[in-house]
């Protein structure tokens, strides 16, 4: 997985904020990136593969419902012809 570096810079400054306001010392800027490439690396692929997980079961709820979307009454000629005297 890979961030864009916009969201790269993002998400370190915002570590680098979380040690400043949360923990004892504050952390710089580099060691800040590497433990977000250890985030990453290590505890992204739990995040997007929930989130694949989360897609599949839309996906799926979404096509168990297609019949209905798009369902069409068959012979029903005559019902409509009877409808418009």
Do not use: C
């Amino acid at each position: 997985m890979q961030l864009t570096p916009e969201a790269q810079q993002q998400a370190i400054a915002s570590i680098e904020r979380y040690f400043r306001e949360h923990m004892d010392e504050p952390i710089g800027n580099v060691a800040a990136g590497g433990l977000l490439k250890f985030l990453v690396e290590e505890i992204g692929p739990v995040f997007y593969n929930q989130g694949v997980a989360d897609a599949q079961e839309n996906l799926q709820a979404r096509v168990a419902e297609l019949d209905v979307e798009v369902y069409h009454e068959a012979f029903s000629y005559w019902n409509q012809r009877g409808r418009r005297k």
